[in-house]
């Protein structure tokens, strides 16, 4: 039974790993295969066994967590949430943005407090993140509003947690890379905090109708965003086609893109803000602006998130922390050309970690359907 139980889980995993646009690498297929078929919710840990774990090895330091919240104005309140570790002083504070497509229920603190925690984790920072006021109650420009607020606050309170207000940075991730890189131009069209680096990971940049290869690609959804949420998210959080316009929501389209800080940007393979995010780099690099502009290939919309399970998500969490450390260290200079570096995944024995961990999940999720079959009888 084991030899046969096995053999049906090395060709599920071969099955899911067949898409239209070619081979999957075993962990981004039963992932998605996972989350495409229920198995699993898409705020849920996917967990591989705990020896197979990327984030196994100790840490003696206390991560420290504080909710609260803060004034927008008008009788609104925001809830933040601060990760920072115990003993930290004048560390640098990083904004982080959620995704979530500017809409309730698509992202929230909660949905990705794993990975507002890990980067505090990995980068010794003080992590603000803010809960900005989502679509469709509330329109653009409420969530920049939110954030450039927020920002002005983790300003003025930075040392109550350790942090050095004079070293702030932004991050986020799909709609909050969006407003990390627009809450960097606001910063400093209002001359607000200085800011010593941005990180995007698969940031919308334009909410224009631009056809980019990897919008019309990639769009059905499978990939963890589809182009029915795109529209959504458009005609909700920016009902009025002249907001389309605006630097503060398609920032790949502002005028001036000079003067804003470095910039780590993490796109993926399969995803339709792909081009869109490299093409954003691109018109950061023509703007004098230092840039790292990152591919992964093999993975999805979304793929740090599941950093813990996945090693591409993983190694770009890895690579932001490092960027974010160095940049606090020295300011990146920009280079003479652009560069797309395409980072194709794991090799040697990480490749041989990957396909072990893809086999257990796979093997999880073939018992899984099996029992959902054995119980609907």
Do not use: C
């Not at 009902?239 to 003067?259: G, Q, R």
Request: hydrophobic fraction near 35%.
């Amino acid at each position: 039974m084991t030899i046969i139980f096995a053999v049906i889980t090395a060709w599920s995993i071969e099955r899911w790993s067949q898409t239209a646009h070619g081979q999957l690498p075993s962990k981004t297929a039963v992932v998605l295969h996972a989350i495409n078929n229920n198995l699993v919710s898409l705020d849920a840990n996917i967990e591989a066994p705990d020896f197979l774990s990327p984030d196994s090895s100790s840490n003696d330091k206390v991560m420290k967590k504080h909710d609260t919240s803060i004034s927008v104005g008008k009788s609104n309140e925001i809830p933040v949430r601060i990760y920072h570790y115990s003993d930290v002083e004048d560390a640098p504070v990083i904004m982080y943005y959620h995704g979530g497509a500017f809409l309730e229920g698509y992202g929230s603190l909660e949905s990705h407090d794993s990975l507002i925690r890990s980067l505090a984790a990995k980068t010794g920072a003080v992590v603000v993140s803010p809960g900005y006021r989502v679509a469709p109650e509330y329109i653009f420009p409420t969530a920049v509003e939110d954030s450039y607020k927020a920002l002005k606050w983790a300003h003025d309170n930075a040392e109550k947690y350790g942090g050095n207000p004079d070293k702030m940075g932004v991050a986020g991730d799909s709609a909050g890379g969006n407003l990390a890189a627009v809450t960097a131009l606001k910063s400093r069209d209002l001359n607000g905090p200085d800011l010593f680096a941005q990180v995007l990971y698969y940031p919308l940049t334009t909410f224009r109708d631009v056809e980019f290869d990897s919008r019309t690609m990639y769009d059905s959804g499978y990939y963890l965003l589809s182009k029915q949420v795109m529209m959504k998210a458009r005609s909700s959080y920016t009902p009025k086609e002249s907001m389309w316009e605006n630097p503060y929501t398609s920032p790949l389209n502002a005028n001036d893109l000079s003067d804003l800080p470095p910039a780590h940007i993490i796109t993926a393979q399969f995803d339709p803000l792909r081009d869109e995010g490299e093409l954003y780099g691109e018109k950061l690099h023509e703007a004098g602006v230092p840039v790292n502009t990152v591919r992964y290939n093999g993975v999805m919309h979304g793929f740090v998130s599941f950093y813990e399970v996945m090693g591409s998500g993983n190694m770009a969490l890895q690579e932001s922390a490092q960027f974010l450390k160095k940049a606090d260290d020295e300011t990146p200079q920009p280079s003479k050309n652009y560069e797309l570096r395409i980072e194709e995944g794991s090799s040697g024995f990480k490749h041989f970690k990957e396909e072990a961990e893809a086999f257990a999940i796979g093997a999880f999720l073939v018992g899984k359907s099996i029992m959902n079959l054995l119980t609907k009888k």
